[in-house]
């Protein structure tokens, strides 16, 4: 599967737009299905701000989700989505 059908795929799966809940570090899709946790304790727990880090972790995510969905061929968002994929 090539990333065009990878992108589309995941487009089909997801209702928009996805919100980040920084009381549980999830991000949940428009009818309540958890898209994925944010976990970086590992590294970013021995950071200056470590819980803000990890919000801001889960803010940019969704943006750039939401972002992708509403600007489907914009290069920039596809080379976005493409660095959260690898």
């Known amino acids: 599967m090539d990333l065009s059908e990878k992108n ?3 487009l089909e ?3 928009f737009p996805v919100r ?5 570090q999830t991000i949940w899709d428009a ?28 803010e940019l995510i969704t943006n750039l989700l939401n972002k992708f969905h509403r600007n489907e ?3 920039i968002d596809e080379e976005l989505f493409r660095m959260l994929a690898s």
């Open 31 to 58: 009818k309540g299905m958890m898209v994925c946790d944010i976990r970086g304790w590992g590294k970013i727990q021995f950071m200056n701000k470590s819980e803000a880090r990890q919000d801001a972790i889960g």
């Open 13 to 15: 799966t997801l209702k």
């Open 20 to 24: 980040y809940d920084s009381r549980q």
């Open 8 to 10: 589309n795929l995941a």
């Open 73 to 75: 061929n914009s290069k």
